[in-house]
């Protein structure tokens, strides 16, 4: 039976058992983490060996580490590996010297900004040791030998992707992604995966779901790139939009919209519609009116996370990215100080509680296709078009009340025209300037007469 997380006590419970553990692109704490999340939602798990070509990569080795530390010499413990895993590089390769302190300093990364601070460094592609420590840590060596151990190995192993379905009416399917790989940080990893397990158990209990829902998890780029290697087609066919899922804790009011490449994804056009107050119930109450908007940036495929694999330019998927606590915009990203207590376990929730009703406004939202979408249609062989019509105004007594107001045809025009499977009916709306009460009526007398369907 899958656990839920009903409560910030289970939500807390989740982080403390994910936060410790030593995740990377393959190995023992990324395998374990995912264990833990299969607890919530039922991923299937498919693996990509070591040396497999995945589009123009290659899967690395597995990097396994015992141990690793400093110390002075008189056998002090300067840093240990054991106490925090943000100590040593990411994929170091094995090292075991005694060393001078000037040599030392070639291979030890501090963060720029915080002095307290210990940085997450990695070199997973290039051969590399190093250790990471704070400023305050750094300051306190003295000229001496030091003796620096890095007791790892690299082994063929397994990257591991996650993926689950939950189906609904429509083959149409939303994509929520998520990154795990980043070794103990809170708000830059766990934020996203503990968000994706809340949103599956709300999402899995809905008493309707037009779209069908696929939540994937993986290590970021290279598992990306690996799912798309073998699930390009399917991806391409099936993906109606999406949002990558990334710095969802903090305690600001309002989200970031990263836009998909295009900048016309569902989403995007989704809170383009909140921002100008269509849906104004996206709020709580107890927002002010002038905090009630979701900062939009476009597309920019030199930073970011996974949505630049999906919007690459073959793929070039509708699928937005969502954050809150943005990275790299707070000076804790990427160190050790990317804690619980900068995150905040309540704004998971909170986070969630906005995210499912954003999916839930989406669920609502009305998408058409035009059934004969090459040229315009002849609307008089359907009755739309009035017998008369001289200058603009319309006056036929044959037709009802709505085809005779003077603003049916031009309605109806971008009806058909925009009704691409991709552009909601708010859209056209927003278009027209008109309200989506007023265009449903439009859009339900040409579905009847079956040149339009909802897809």
């Not at 925090?84 to 990364?109: A, C, G, M, R, W």
């Not at 997450?120 to 305050?136: E, I």
Request: glycine share 6%; with cysteine; net charge negative.
């Amino acid at each position: 039976m899958k656990k839920n997380l009903n409560n910030i006590n289970e939500i807390n419970s989740l982080f403390d058992r994910l936060f410790p553990l030593n995740r990377s692109l393959l190995g023992e704490g990324y395998r374990k983490s995912l264990n833990i999340l299969c607890e919530y939602i039922p991923f299937h798990h498919i693996s990509y060996p070591t040396g497999k070509q995945v589009l123009n990569w290659k899967i690395p080795k597995e990097w396994v580490i015992h141990e690793a530390y400093i110390e002075d010499q008189n056998k002090n413990r300067i840093i240990d590996f054991k106490y925090n895993n943000l100590h040593v590089v990411n994929y170091s390769q094995p090292f075991d010297d005694f060393i001078t302190l000037e040599e030392l300093k070639k291979h030890i990364y501090v963060s720029p900004q915080l002095e307290d601070a210990i940085p997450y460094t990695t070199s997973y592609y290039r051969a590399n040791w190093g250790f990471c420590m704070s400023q305050k840590q750094l300051r306190s060596l003295t000229d001496g030998i030091y003796h620096a151990c890095i007791n790892s190995e690299f082994t063929d192993g397994e990257l591991v992707v996650g993926d689950c379905l939950l189906e609904g009416e429509s083959n149409k399917e939303i994509l929520i992604s998520a990154y795990l790989c980043h070794p103990s940080m809170a708000n830059n990893e766990l934020s996203g995966p503990i968000v994706q397990a809340m949103l599956y158990q709300r999402i899995k209990k809905w008493k309707h779901r037009h779209f069908s829902y696929r939540f994937l998890i993986n290590p970021e780029t290279i598992g990306s790139i690996a799912y798309l290697s073998d699930h390009y087609d399917s991806l391409k066919a099936n993906t109606f939009a999406g949002l990558v899922l990334t710095c969802l804790g903090g305690l600001q009011d309002t989200f970031r919209l990263k836009q998909s490449r295009n900048e016309d994804s569902p989403f995007d056009l989704l809170v383009d519609r909140i921002n100008d107050g269509t849906y104004s119930e996206f709020w709580k109450r107890c927002i002010p009116q002038d905090k009630r908007h979701i900062r939009v940036e476009r597309f920019d495929p030199s930073c970011g996370s996974d949505e630049r694999q999906y919007c690459s330019t073959g793929l070039n998927l509708p699928v937005s990215q969502i954050a809150r606590k943005v990275y790299g915009t707070y000076p804790e990203y990427h160190t050790s100080l990317d804690n619980k207590e900068l995150m905040g376990i309540e704004s998971l929730e909170d986070s969630c509680n906005y995210l499912e009703n954003l999916l839930l406004l989406h669920e609502k939202e009305r998408y058409y296709q035009n059934n004969y979408p090459n040229g315009e249609v002849k609307l008089g062989d359907y009755d739309l078009y009035p017998g008369v019509n001289t200058n603009g105004n319309r006056n036929d007594s044959s037709m009802n009340e709505v085809i005779n107001n003077p603003n049916f045809i031009r309605r109806v025009m971008f009806i058909l025209n925009y009704s691409d499977g991709t552009k909601p009916l708010s859209y056209i709306a927003k278009r027209l300037g008109c309200s989506c009460t007023e265009l449903q009526t439009v859009a339900d007398i040409i579905e009847e007469k079956g040149l339009i369907r909802k897809i």
